[in-house]
């Protein structure tokens, strides 16, 4: 079983839709929970962390539920842009800088 | 502003050859770290430097892979006896602080 689950999609979406992805992680010593995003041939790139008590960024919220060690992405309002792959990453645990990552969730958002 | 410079941006090397990659960190960053990313799956740590120190490299799949920090800046990735498994993209990530990391543009290597 991979440390880090994720639906790998693709999503296809219309624009104006609302999308959510979800993810689960194995080591319940993990502290610190992030989104990346990585585009075709790019590198990942922070989209945004993801807190407890949940957090909103524009159009994306993120929320974390540490009991299911389950965590979750919503995109409101997609536009084209927002096409990429989205990467669920934790961290290791106490001490440990290593990111471990799923193995991401398509998005296709369609004119 | 700079961010995390990769290079070679492409390697193809035949098997059996070794290869260098190198890493230029963001200036100022104390922490470097390196991850391999095979096609269509997530990037998967292989090793982390505090400056020149090599506080983790539990993720290197075997003693074929080194890396090292020497002045705690620029950092070069070696792989000896290339296979054909170690054809992936090398991403490169550093931070200043615990988080976040911020990436390079990766090198893509082939072994043939």
């Known amino acids: 079983r991979k440390e880090v689950e994720q639906d790998p999609g693709p999503f296809n979406v219309p624009e104006g839709a609302t999308v959510a992805f979800n993810c689960t992680y194995s080591n319940s010593a993990s502290q610190s929970f992030f989104w990346y995003r990585q585009d075709c041939r790019k590198e990942p790139k922070l989209l945004m962390s993801?807190?407890?008590s949940g957090n909103e960024d524009g159009r994306f919220t993120a929320q974390l539920n540490r009991a299911s060690q389950y965590i979750s992405l919503l995109i409101r309002d997609s536009k084209l842009s927002d096409s990429a792959t989205y990467l669920c990453?934790?961290?290791?645990?106490?001490?440990?800088?290593?990111?471990?990552f799923g193995s991401g969730t398509r998005l296709q958002v369609q004119p | 502003g700079a961010g995390v410079s990769q290079s070679p941006r492409y390697k193809v090397a035949k098997r059996g050859q070794d290869v260098a990659l190198r890493c230029d960190p963001i200036?100022?960053?104390?922490?470097l770290f390196w991850y391999q990313q095979a096609l269509g799956q997530g990037p998967e740590f292989l090793t982390y430097f505090q400056n020149e120190a090599q506080l983790d490299k539990s993720g290197l799949p075997s003693d074929r892979f080194f890396a090292e920090r020497p002045e705690g800046s620029v950092s070069t990735l070696k792989i000896q006896r290339t296979q054909q498994e170690d054809s992936a993209v090398y991403l490169c990530?550093?931070?200043?602080?615990?988080?976040?990391?911020?990436f390079g543009d990766g090198t893509r290597l082939s072994i043939l």
């Open positions: 993801v807190y407890s």
């Open positions: 990530a550093s931070s200043l602080a615990e988080w976040p990391q911020h």
């Open positions: 200036s100022g960053h104390v922490s």
């Open positions: 990453v934790v961290n290791g645990g106490t001490g440990r800088r290593a990111l471990t």
